[in-house]
């Protein structure tokens, strides 16, 4: 049976096993300013997407810098 | 330092600023007239707003465009509790590596008003965690001096409703929070036109935040210059102090030595 987390309050299967990899399957460059992460209400520094993996269910919030007033 | 370049100047947070205009990013007819607007403003806190990743928008790229130029202020629009603000605020602080935060906590989605038990929930929390809250609020002296009082380092009451252009509806709650608060006063919200800035200024407000009516007009860049010259103007009027009103004539040019026949 697949494995599926909440990304963006959609339900969806993953295959990264990291946060880094799950930001770049969401076709955000991780290299780049102006994104943020946060895996079940908790913001989780870049630093550490790279050793941060993700269980089933999982509730992530990748967001990055739009226009606003 | 000229004369000019001190009247534009203001501090929040112990950082020092030569404009008194902050500017958003929302809703200009393209990119290219935001950035025209944005320099003919000559702010140099530009708002910006967090938002999910979505397959289509792929990173907006707004970051690479005003990063390294502006003072990036995050705002949390769209949030209706405490909560909610206070977790888009820590995302902003990671993705700007700020911790300056725009908090607004709106009640509903018609008036846009603030929800003050949950803004000020928020603003005490973010207070807390270290972060430079910048409230948008209603122009009520109590509210803003709560904030003041738990460590906002600035208050942004609104003059009319978000986007509706009505001008300064209630001065005489502008001028009181100017005597109640010693922080600065933003008007955010409801400046319409360059007389609206002029006036909040002449009344002792530190400066504008303002959006939709420079990204709203037919011409957005002259717009932004009027509004820059209207809060220059109003803030040169509020330092050199209006005459009394008064209801009868007072004659300009001396009676002495005119005719009498």
Known sequence: ?69 | MDAKAKNNEFTIAGKTFSSRFLIGTSRYPNQQIMMDAIEASGAEIVTVAVRRVSQDSGGEGLYDLLGDRFHLLPNTAGCFTAKDAVVTAELAREALETNWVKLEVIGDDETLFPDVEQLLRAAEELVKKGFIVLPYCNDDPITCKKLEDMGCAAVMPLAAPIGSGMGIRNPYNLRIIREQCSVPIIVDAGVGTASDAAEALELGCDGILLNTAVAGARDPVKMAKAMKLGIEAGRYAFEAGRIPRRLYATASTPTDGAIEL
């Open chain 1, 1 to 69: 049976m697949s494995e599926t987390i909440f990304i963006n309050g959609e339900r969806k299967l993953f295959s990264s096993s990291t946060l880094i990899g799950l930001v770049e399957e969401n076709g955000v460059d991780s290299s780049k300013g102006g994104v943020a992460v946060a895996l079940n209400g908790e913001v989780v520094p870049r630093a550490d997407w790279a050793q941060t993996s993700m269980k089933p269910d999982d509730k992530v919030e990748i967001v990055h810098i739009v226009r606003g007033g």
